[in-house]
């Protein structure tokens, strides 16, 4: 196993990565997966809709983008675990947001696919070896690999569940 002290120093995603506690990447994920389930039962109906100020994403627009980010960032975890050197560009998380239509989903739905995302997620890091977790590659012409990117997801998503605890809830 790879310490999570050979994380690739990841800038703008440091951030999230600090809000992960757990040494090992698997268990990092699925205990997120169980946090983030257990606040996604606590929110009423009343607040799918709610954003905490104007141009903020409202509840919905959220989860529509922790499940966009998740599916980008499992991506290029799994292009680096796969050793392919291919440079990856990056995204623009505000204009793919604009673009989601989170705000028309279902809550069931958008629960049912944040569900099969993170299933498939926990799937693909289960079986990686430390050569595939390790293999660096570019992502927005950044170093980035799998291993490091298995932090940025539960990170990501911790950081959301906090902003939706002090802002939302």
Not at 64 to 71: A, P, Y
């Amino acid at each position: 196993m790879i310490p999570k002290s050979d994380i690739i120093s990841a800038d703008a995603y440091q951030a999230y990565i600090d809000l992960v506690k757990e040494e090992d990447v698997r268990e990092a994920i699925e205990k997120n997966t169980l946090r983030f389930r257990k606040l996604l039962d606590t929110i009423p109906r009343k607040k799918f809709d709610f954003a905490y100020a104007e141009g903020k994403w409202t509840v919905r627009e959220m989860l529509q983008h922790i499940i966009d980010c998740e599916r980008v960032f499992t991506y290029r975890a799994l292009r680096f675990s796969r050793m392919d050197p291919a440079p990856l560009p990056g995204f623009d998380e505000q204009l793919w947001g604009m673009h989601a239509g989170g705000d028309t989903r279902r809550w069931k739905d958008l629960r049912g696919e944040f569900e099969t995302v993170r299933e498939a997620t926990e799937y693909l890091y289960k079986p990686l070896s430390d050569d595939q977790l390790g293999f660096v590659g570019s992502a927005d012409a950044r170093p980035l690999n799998a291993f490091t990117i298995g932090f940025i997801i539960p990170g990501h998503v911790a950081h959301h569940i906090r902003i939706l605890k002090e802002r939302y809830l």
